[in-house]
């Protein structure tokens, strides 16, 4: 079965600082995985995936991840954090079995301080 | 383009009673995806439908039940409501791909006393 786990439910940043987000995976066929990131009383907007192609994806406001076969991980980073980026990460790997449904982990919320 | 939308925002039941959320898709998208995401919690999964059939479940009771229709709108019925069913419900769009993008709306916000 898949899984995905996020380390760390509360991460705290200076603005200007390196945000680094946590998530391992686990799969037996090659994963589909997915960051999303949910603002206070919205829905979840997609930041970036990985489907098998190159192993470092970019995505939207400078948010990137690198796919880590060998230690099972699929990590978010950013280089500056920003104020706006404060908000709820989910992690999350497509089940193709069951028609790419989403397993998400358990979120890490991202504090930015001034 | 019209994205993904749910109706209503807020809905306060009690225990017992029945609830029906509702769900437009993005233009182009057959494929809707509904889940449960409790307070603190990542979303979980409860169905999907295809083309107005079932394409997966989740471990949700028979109680949790869904339609989709020929526009590929979609509702997700609850009955017989718990504390528990307290929660986001969240509905997402896709198109034919496996794996594709998930497209999420706002979310419904049930709270049952």
């Known amino acids: 079965a898949q899984s995905v786990t996020q380390l760390g439910s509360h991460v705290s940043v200076s603005e200007g600082a390196l945000v680094l987000l946590r998530c391992n995976y686990s799969s037996s066929v090659p994963p589909y995985l997915f960051w999303y990131v949910q603002y206070p009383n919205q829905g979840l907007q997609l930041l970036l995936k990985?489907?098998?192609?190159?192993?470092l994806v970019k995505g939207i406001n400078g948010f990137e991840a690198e796919f880590k076969k060998s230690e099972t991980s699929f990590h978010l980073t950013k280089p500056s954090a920003h104020m706006s980026d404060a908000a709820e990460y989910f992690c999350?790997?497509?089940?193709?079995?069951?028609?790419?449904?989403?397993?998400f982990g358990q979120g890490t919320e991202l504090s930015v301080k001034p | 383009e019209t994205g993904v939308t749910q109706s209503p925002t807020h809905l306060i039941k009690t225990r017992g009673q029945q609830v029906t959320l509702r769900c437009s898709s993005q233009?182009?998208?057959?494929?809707v995806s509904w889940y449960q995401q409790a307070l603190g919690q990542g979303p979980q999964f409860i169905f999907q439908y295809y083309r107005e059939e079932e394409n997966g479940r989740g471990n949700f009771p028979p109680r949790f039940s869904g339609l989709q229709f020929p526009n590929y709108s979609s509702e997700l019925n609850v009955n017989a409501l718990e504390l528990d069913d307290s929660a986001l419900y969240l509905c997402?769009?896709?198109?034919?791909?496996?794996?594709?993008?998930?497209?999420f709306g706002p979310g419904t916000r049930l709270t049952v006393l």
């Open positions: 999350a790997v497509s089940d193709g079995n069951q028609g790419g449904k989403l397993i």
């Open positions: 997402a769009s896709s198109g034919d791909v496996l794996h594709n993008e998930q497209f």
């Open positions: 233009s182009g998208h057959n494929t």
């Open positions: 990985y489907t098998s192609a190159a192993t």
